[in-house]
């Protein structure tokens, strides 16, 4: 057998791919009276090629590769192999799955411009838009062929010639053979990954793919010798790891139980993120937030990766809720937000907190005498508190995009309800930067920081949450800002209060007697009393505002919904009389560091107690709208590039389009006509024609000598240069004879239309001929024009006449 381990499998590589026909990646929508299709944009408003389309077409491709390797035969070795490489497809499986879906081990990422020309066009609007052009089509009635009436259609097509480039991950045991072998067919299935996105089979999407950095032919041989060996022995493919982890409880240290030790991150999203809510119809919803529980698994893994040691203390930790991560929510002025308390109100009329609007706090402020009031609800906020008072709050709400996608199935090559047809995701927008808090009991961070300082900076890095996460989704990255912080904690009370007021800021898990889920505020009051060795009850009036919230799940391999998690939500205030004992502030702190209920360490039941938010009043603060001046200000792009192929392709389209709407409008002007030469019956319509014929067959500037010879001659025939005016050929023949006249006419804005340092140059002297040749067809059109609306004008008169004598 053969076996060259020269060849090395990459973890992470990227794909190139080179459009090498206009294409269509259709975003499902479409503008109405104009286009009835769209191409899908990125955030930066470029076309782009969805990580899921490249998914799906590669996968096809490689289907036809392991069909001849399998000789057809259904469930063989290579189509193990392919759901090895791209994953199960459990929405093609009829029932209940035996074992839990195979993950993919291939990840891949959406292809995109080269950055260079993506950050170059970022202040070229006009440029952005010549990269697509419309496309005008028809449907066909398959019975007569013909054209069905009513049903003309306007598509958006892109511009072929460029190469978008998509990252992709591979991840592989350590067995060298499965590495080669599997590695081997990707590069193989790039021979039939040729066409991509819509009406490829009629002439769109054709495209070349390569693997930077690899030599194609190289691995295809390698594969043909591997395949044909005589002592061939095909590598065992992993079975699916039945994840049956559960966390043992391990010993604790009472003593510690109160000193903590903080971890803050900050997380990027580099791509949009899909935290399931629910799923309504077709349309999966998604938080605004990244739950505990996405977090809980990547710290225990990174923990666990360096340090295996300490499995059974982190396993016991999270068992016991000795170590918590909060919920990741959005970051205002670079600090972490809490969600919005459900007992503020606002003026209806003022726009609400995101404009400034007069807040009420109804725990205390008596808003018997305003406005019309609404209650505020989502968002998030960050309470600024000073040693003499509040401030206004800063508020934002986390900005939501939804991207719509299609299952294909393979009969029909189109989405059906078979397959589950087409579906919507709506997601967290890509560039939204989250925090969060990792808490850790002091003596387990300790225990492993003896193995190593600053141990915490393991926890960063690129990674992927959420749903749909190895495809268009969940790509993140993680930064320890730093390696010890004390948690976000209330001001505590300094004197003997009698009432305590709680704040949800993150979703609380409770149980009744009877061990059932429970959002009942008695429930609540019997944990805080038994926590705080107090006694208390709910007041007769303003109590406060509580909602429940309910989380849904679905359980992939039984094809049922997982047991719904309802409790109180996020953003609930409750507050409390206290009839018997005084609030400690160590337990207040404990709590609030260690959270309320179950689940905790997913970062359920995070609780603010007392805060001066809630127990002051609101009605007074000011908003002060935030200035620009302290905003960081981005580098401009660059206004020009080198030479770049696709950019002169832009280019191109850009000033093609430009001097189209030049001539027309400067055709519209009589003024043009007289300054070229063109009044009344002068020239005939019949010298014009010649005229446009002979500028027809002009190609560059080098290119005038049969069309000043036919000036000269029309000169030098007394009979036909009559027929003209006498600025007329002379203004035409300085046209031919100077290049830059046509331009200086023109007076084109040549800066957001032009992108290369060598654009201006080359195109003037490129599109000389077309803009000359167009320019005086649009003013022999428009003469022609007025001549007909004149004859018309003249023959409706002679008719009244003739009518009236």
């Given amino acids: 057998m053969t076996n060259n381990s020269s060849l090395e499998v990459p973890t992470n590589f990227t794909i190139a791919i080179a459009m ?5 990646i259709g975003s499902g929508t479409g503008r109405r009276g104009d286009i009835d299709r769209l191409v899908k944009r990125d955030r930066d408003g470029l076309p782009y090629l969805p990580a899921k389309t490249i998914t799906g077409i590669w996968r096809d491709a490689c289907e036809l590769l392991v069909n001849g390797l399998d000789d057809s035969a259904s469930n063989a070795y290579f189509s193990k192999l392919l759901d090895y490489l791209f994953g199960d497809q459990p929405a093609l499986a009829k029932g209940a799955i035996a074992i839990s879906p195979r993950e993919s081990a291939l990840s891949i990422r959406a292809a995109h411009f080269p950055e260079t020309l993506s950050n170059a066009l970022k202040n070229k609007p006009l440029l952005k838009e010549a990269i697509a052009f419309v496309k005008a089509g028809v449907k066909i009635d398959h019975e007569t062929g013909c054209a069905l009436e009513d049903h003309l259609r306007f598509e958006e097509v892109v511009r072929g010639g460029i190469t978008l480039s998509a990252d992709c991950q591979l991840q592989l045991p350590e067995d060298t053979q499965l590495q080669q072998l599997c590695f081997a067919l990707l590069v193989a299935s790039t021979k039939f990954f040729t066409k991509i996105g819509g009406k490829r089979r009629r002439g769109n999407g054709q495209c070349q793919v390569t693997i930077e950095g690899v030599t194609t032919d190289e691995w295809i041989k390698w594969l043909g010798d591997y395949l044909n060996s005589e002592s061939l022995t095909l590598p065992i493919i992993p079975k699916v790891a039945i994840q049956s982890h559960q966390p043992k409880a391990g010993d604790r240290s009472e003593g510690k139980e109160n000193s903590w030790q903080t971890i803050r991150l900050e997380i990027t999203a580099l791509s949009p993120i899909v935290i399931a809510k629910r799923t309504v119809g077709n349309v999966v919803e998604t938080l605004d937030y990244i739950p505990g529980t996405h977090l809980l698994r990547m710290v225990r893994r990174q923990i666990v990766k360096y340090y295996p040691d300490f499995a059974t203390s982190i396993d016991s930790a999270i068992a016991h809720n000795d170590l918590v991560i909060t919920n990741a929510t ?23 907190l995101l404009k400034g609007a007069k807040i009420y706090n109804r725990f205390v402020d008596d808003d018997s005498k305003a406005t019309q009031l609404k209650a505020e609800r ?20 986390v900005e939501i995009t939804a991207e719509t996608h299609n299952i294909v199935e393979d009969t029909v090559q189109r989405p059906t309800n078979k397959t589950g047809g087409v579906y919507t995701y709506e997601a967290i927008a890509a560039g939204t930067i989250f925090q969060a808090e990792v808490r850790l ?27 749909s996460k190895k495809d268009d989704y969940g790509r993140v990255t993680v930064e320890v800002l730093d390696d010890k912080a004390e948690p976000n904690s209330s001001p505590k009370p300094e004197q003997d209060v009698t009432e305590l007021t709680v704040w949800l800021i993150s979703d609380m898990l409770l ?41 849904d799940s679905w359980q992939v391999r039984w094809q049922l919904p997982r047991p719904s998690l309802v409790g109180l939500g996020a953003g609930s205030c409750i507050r409390f009389e206290i009839i018997d004992g005084e609030l400690d502030s160590a337990k207040l702190t404990a709590i609030e560091r260690s959270g309320i209920g179950e689940r905790r360490a997913e970062g359920y039941g995070q609780v603010r107690f007392n805060h001066p938010f809630l127990s002051e009043s609101l009605s007074g603060l000011t908003y002060l709208k935030p200035s620009d001046e302290n905003k960081p200000q981005a580098d401009p792009p660059p206004n020009l590039i080198p030479f770049h192929r696709y950019a002169r392709i832009i280019e191109r389209a850009a000033w093609q389009k430009a001097i189209q709407q030049k001539v027309l409008a400067r055709a519209k002007d009589y003024k043009t006509l007289l300054y070229i030469g063109i009044e009344k019956d002068k020239p005939t319509m019949s010298q014009l024609g010649a005229l446009r014929s002979v500028l027809g067959q002009v190609q560059n500037f080098n290119d005038t000598d049969q069309a000043i010879l036919w000036l000269a001659n029309v000169l030098a025939n007394k009979s036909r240069s009559g027929k003209w005016l006498s600025q007329s050929l002379g203004k035409i023949r300085l046209y031919l004879t100077e290049a830059h006249v046509i331009w200086e006419d023109l007076a084109l804005n040549l800066e957001p239309i032009t992108l290369t340092d060598t654009g201006e140059d080359e195109l003037k002297q490129e599109l000389w001929a077309e803009a000359l040749y167009a320019l005086i067809d649009a003013c022999i059109r428009a003469h ?4 007909e609306k004149k004859q018309s004008q003249d023959s409706e008169q002679t008719q009244i006449a003739q009518e009236v004598n």
Avoid: M
């Fill in 20 to 24: 090498e026909s206009d294409w269509h």
């Fill in 330 to 352: 959005i970051a205002i002025e670079q600090t972490q937000s809490y969600p919005t308390p459900f007992i503020l109100s606002t003026e209806k009329i003022g726009g609400g």
């Fill in 378 to 397: 989502g968002g998030y906020l960050t309470c600024a508190v000073n040693s003499d008072s509040l401030e206004y709050p800063n508020y934002q709400k």
């Fill in 441 to 467: 009991r002091e003596h387990i961070a300790n225990s492993i920081g003896q193995t190593q300082a600053h141990w915490q900076k393991i926890l960063g890095g690129e990674t992927a949450i959420g749903q």
């Fill in 511 to 551: 149980r009744d007697d009877r061990l059932r889920p429970t959002n009942n505020l008695d429930d609540l009051r019997k944990q805080l009393e038994a926590k705080l060795d107090i006694k208390l009850k709910l007041p007769e009036e303003k109590i406060g505002i509580a909602r429940s919230h309910r989380i």
């Fill in 784 to 787: 022609k024009r007025d001549i």
